[in-house]
């Protein structure tokens, strides 16, 4: 009886110099967190989608009270986002404008140069001889961008391309990093004149192969009153830096390769309304 009492007060003993190790070890070793980190990760948007650059929401709001984020890196929270979080470090931000994904094809009557049975991804499809599309630089169809959108903010259309939808774009860039042939890019929303082509084929060869592709010849270059777009590789580009959207270049473009995004847009909601 005595032996056991004897280990039962031992144990006991023990078990409080123990418990009072970890006591002041938990306190010396603890990893104190910035409260503030807490704070931004409640009013970010929850996505986690990457876009920022971090790994998730937890991982951007970390980053920018360690100052390796700015506090306007949400795409998909934009500039309310921006200024709540700017407001928690107490610093001033400049506000962003909205910037959404514009696919830079429209291509009509291509035909396709073999039958493709493999994965329906653009990334494997082109691989397999530079894609079985006839375009060497359009877009595939395989609706890898769809895919890999987050906020079902784009569909694949009637005519095989995918279709932005701007009122649920975030323009997180998620869609364009999985474009094998680079034809999405992120726009300020301002911006609403695009050349939709991304051909380098000579003028000749490249209205063989589509009817709406970019031809280089020039008329838009010379009407510009900007100088804000310029044929560069066979390709008309724009500087966006020049361009006012005036859609001088959209009128005189006899393939209709360049388009007036508000046009378009003011259009299609003229037919819904009817």
Same mark, same amino acid.
């Given at each position: 009886?005595?032996?056991?009492?004897?280990?039962?007060?031992?144990? *006991?003993?023990?078990?409080?110099? $123990? *418990?009072?190790?970890?006591?002041?070890?938990?306190?010396?070793?603890?990893?104190?967190?910035?409260?503030?980190?807490?704070r931004i990760n409640e009013v970010l948007p929850g996505a986690n989608?990457?876009?920022?650059?971090?790994?998730?929401?937890?991982?951007?709001?970390?980053?920018?009270?360690?100052?390796?984020?700015?506090?306007?890196?949400?795409?998909?929270?934009?500039?309310?986002?921006?200024?709540?979080?700017?407001?928690?470090?107490?610093?001033?931000?400049?506000?962003?404008?909205?910037?959404?994904? +514009?696919?830079?094809?429209?291509?009509?009557?291509?035909?396709?140069?073999?039958?493709?049975? !493999?994965?329906?991804?653009?990334?494997?499809?082109?691989?397999?001889?530079?894609?079985? $599309? !006839?375009?060497?630089?359009?877009?595939?169809?395989?609706?890898?961008? +769809?895919?890999?959108?987050? $906020?079902?903010?784009?569909?694949?259309?009637?005519?095989?391309?995918? /279709?932005?939808?701007?009122?649920?774009?975030?323009?997180?860039?998620?869609?364009?990093?999985?474009?094998?042939?680079?034809?999405?890019?992120?726009?300020?929303?301002?911006?609403?004149?695009?050349?939709?082509? /991304?051909?380098?084929?000579?003028?000749?060869?490249? /209205?063989?192969? %589509?009817?709406?592709?970019?031809?280089? %010849?020039?008329? %838009?270059?010379?009407?510009?009153?900007?100088?804000?777009?310029? +044929?560069?590789?066979?390709?008309?580009?724009?500087?966006?830096?020049?361009?006012?959207?005036?859609?001088?270049? +959209?009128?005189?473009?006899?393939?209709?390769?360049?388009?007036n995004y508000a046009r378009a847009l003011s259009s299609a909601s003229?037919?819904?309304?009817?």
């Amino acid at each position: 009886m005595e032996l056991i009492l004897s280990a039962t007060i031992t144990l *006991g003993i023990l078990g409080m110099i $123990f *418990g009072i190790g970890l006591a002041i070890a938990s306190d010396t070793f603890a990893v104190k967190v910035d409260p503030r980190i807490e704070r931004i990760n409640e009013v970010l948007p929850g996505a986690n989608c990457g876009a920022c650059g971090q790994p998730g929401c937890g991982g951007f709001a970390q980053a920018i009270v360690e100052g390796k984020s700015p506090v306007t890196g949400c795409t998909v929270g934009q500039s309310s986002v921006a200024e709540r979080v700017a407001n928690i470090m107490g610093v001033e931000f400049e506000n962003k404008e909205r910037v959404f994904s +514009v696919v830079m094809c429209h291509a009509k009557g291509v035909t396709n140069k073999f039958i493709y049975n !493999g994965v329906k991804d653009c990334r494997a499809a082109n691989i397999i001889s530079g894609g079985f $599309f !006839g375009c060497d630089y359009g877009c595939l169809g395989l609706g890898t961008c +769809v895919e890999a959108c987050k $906020f079902e903010a784009m569909y694949m259309g009637k005519d095989g391309l995918p /279709k932005v939808i701007r009122e649920r774009c975030t323009g997180c860039g998620k869609c364009a990093e999985v474009c094998p042939r680079e034809i999405i890019s992120i726009l300020p929303e301002s911006k609403m004149v695009h050349v939709r082509c /991304k051909s380098l084929d000579k003028g000749a060869v490249a /209205k063989k192969i %589509c009817q709406d592709s970019c031809i280089a %010849c020039k008329r %838009c270059e010379k009407e510009c009153p900007y100088d804000a777009i310029h +044929v560069q590789n066979n390709l008309a580009v724009i500087d966006y830096q020049k361009c006012t959207s005036c859609g001088k270049c +959209v009128d005189v473009c006899p393939n209709h390769t360049i388009i007036n995004y508000a046009r378009a847009l003011s259009s299609a909601s003229t037919v819904s309304s009817q």
